[in-house]
């Protein structure tokens, strides 16, 4: 079984699961001028962040990156590269 994941898999989740309160999270990002495709750059952008900067308390090892990986549904969004994590072995 593989355990790992990407950051950009944890997005494709929180839409499947719950559009409204993604589209919330989007817009928590709104700023004159900036269209839906920017406000959505930001919040994958910031969930990535927040994956890294928690990453020892969440149990999350750093597998490297992967290229060009999609989140559909997602305006003119720029998949240059996500990062792909794993539970980290035998801690609780």
Known sequence: ?????????????????????WDEFVEAYAKSGREKKQKEQIAV???????????????LSNEGKEKNHKIPGLEGHNPREATKWSKQKGDK
């Open 1 to 21: 079984m593989d355990d790992t994941f990407t950051s950009h898999d944890v997005i494709k989740a929180l839409i499947t699961k719950d559009k409204v309160k």
């Open 45 to 59: 952008q910031q969930i990535g962040c927040y994956l890294g900067r928690n990453a020892k308390n969440l149990n």
